[in-house]
């Protein structure tokens, strides 16, 4: 709680006297001050401050006596807030604009030295960054992503996504990676979000875009049998939101010949919602163009299931957390039976995540579950791997004597 009390002050009052001792500031409600000091025995006059201006602020952040006296010019209303309120609020600011206020503070005062005090120019500034290696540490990842880019340091893998039934390959999931010169393998938790904060994503996803349909066009082009095959590739809420990210999609798939009905977009539930008017519009478009829409991580967000029915949604995707878990606990198989049949009610497909043994392929089916990725089919792999997957002549994941017919 903010410790204020309210003082009122007559024409003439002092407020404070240069040298005292400092241990709160004051905010002017009403009337008006003047701040004076004394030079070689003369009053100097520095300025005036009135209703909404702070007073005292300044030996507060230093830890010095008063440097000025404060006196009311007219009848004055102000409020005293102790120095460990404003200490406690300045020591909550962003790191960044504490710095730059204390360098400021710092830099001024060495500007007001007298002439003979001015022969620190050999000082070095205090370091006023109390967390300057953290700092440091986070512009260079921030830098490091947006060099990385230019340097080709990203690359994508595919995971294939099967027909639980008999295991036959539909479709694959693009998962960006990043070999970093220095911290060698860094995963898309990693740097994903830190993308997302400095504006690096449209970039890192126009790549994923780019990338992910030439893979698929070289799928395609394999066989008359891969053409229904898609690709689903992450994006962003911030992607969706662009204003331009349809027609930026548009034209990666024109320039490698490849169908929206091919193309699947994976979206979380929190970057969905709420939705601003532009990806709204956005998913609309995308929609009436043929483009799946699925929602990624389904039951881990914010499963608003009114909200859902709006959304024009083409599949969900069940978290590895509870369809990876499903054989091993009652509540995650409870959890994707109940999303398979929200699933059901929505009319949109459902894949199962994190797929790690044949005992998984056997619970998801018995749950419903149509669509499935996991490590049990196949690990994400290079895109020579991939192609090479797919020239095989049977395209199924699952050993025969686990394959139902239809
Ligand atoms: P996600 O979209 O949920 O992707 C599935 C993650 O599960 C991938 O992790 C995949 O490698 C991993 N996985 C697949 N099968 C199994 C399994 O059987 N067991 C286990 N334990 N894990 C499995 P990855 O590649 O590390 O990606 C992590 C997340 O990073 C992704 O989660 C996605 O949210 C994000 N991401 C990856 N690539 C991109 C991208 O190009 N753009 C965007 N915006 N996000 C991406
Ligand atoms: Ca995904
Ligand atoms: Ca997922």
Not at 204 to 233: G, P, R, V, Y
Not at 312 to 341: E, H, M, Q, W, Y
């Amino acid at each position: 709680m903010v410790a204020v009390t309210e003082l009122m002050l007559n024409a003439g009052d002092v407020l404070y006297r240069e040298g005292d001792p400092n241990d709160c500031g004051f905010i002017v409600e009403s009337g008006e001050f003047i701040l004076y000091h004394q030079q070689e025995g003369q009053r100097v006059d520095c300025e005036r401050r009135g209703p909404g201006s702070i007073i005292g602020e300044l030996s507060i952040l230093t830890g010095q006596p008063r440097t000025v006296t404060v006196q009311a010019l007219e009848k004055c209303c102000v409020f005293r807030v102790s120095a460990d309120e404003i200490l406690d609020r300045f020591e909550k600011l962003d790191p960044i604009l504490r710095a730059c206020i204390e360098t400021s503070i710092n830099f001024a005062a060495t500007l007001n030295r007298p002439a003979h005090h001015q022969d620190a120019i050999a000082d070095l500034a205090p370091n006023t960054l109390r967390n300057a290696d953290d700092l440091i540490e986070k512009f260079k990842f921030e830098n490091d992503i947006l060099k990385g880019l230019t340097r080709k340091e990203f690359f994508m893998v595919y995971q294939p996504i099967v027909r639980l039934m008999d295991g036959q390959i539909v479709g694959f999931e693009a998962l960006m990676r990043w070999e970093h010169p220095q911290l060698g393998s860094v995963p898309p938790s990693q740097f994903i979000e830190v993308a997302e904060t400095i504006d690096a994503i449209s970039d890192l996803t126009e790549f994923a875009l780019t990338q992910a349909c030439a893979t698929l066009a070289q799928i395609q082009n394999q066989s008359a049998d891969h053409w229904d095959m898609f690709m689903s590739i992450n994006v962003s809420g911030s992607d969706i939101g662009r204003y331009d990210f349809v027609d930026q999609l548009d034209h990666v798939l024109n320039m490698n010949g490849v169908q929206p009905q091919n193309i699947k977009l994976e979206v979380t539930e929190t970057a969905l919602i709420p939705t601003s008017d532009v990806s709204e519009r956005n998913l609309a478009r995308l929609r009436s163009l043929g483009y799946g829409i699925s929602i990624d991580d389904f039951g881990t967000g914010y499963s608003n299931l009114a909200y859902l029915k709006t959304l024009p949604l083409t599949a969900l995707k069940i978290d590895r957390a509870f369809a990876g878990d499903a054989r091993n606990s009652d509540v995650s198989r409870s959890i994707v039976k109940f999303l398979v049949s929200l699933g059901g009610e929505l009319n949109v497909d459902i894949v199962a995540e994190g797929i790690e043994s044949i005992e998984d392929v056997a619970v998801l089916r018995d749950l419903g579950c149509r669509f499935a990725q996991g490590y049990y089919f196949h690990r994400p792999s290079s895109k020579s791997d991939i192609l090479k997957l797919v020239t095989q002549d049977s395209l199924t994941m699952l050993p025969n004597e686990s394959r139902l017919s239809g």
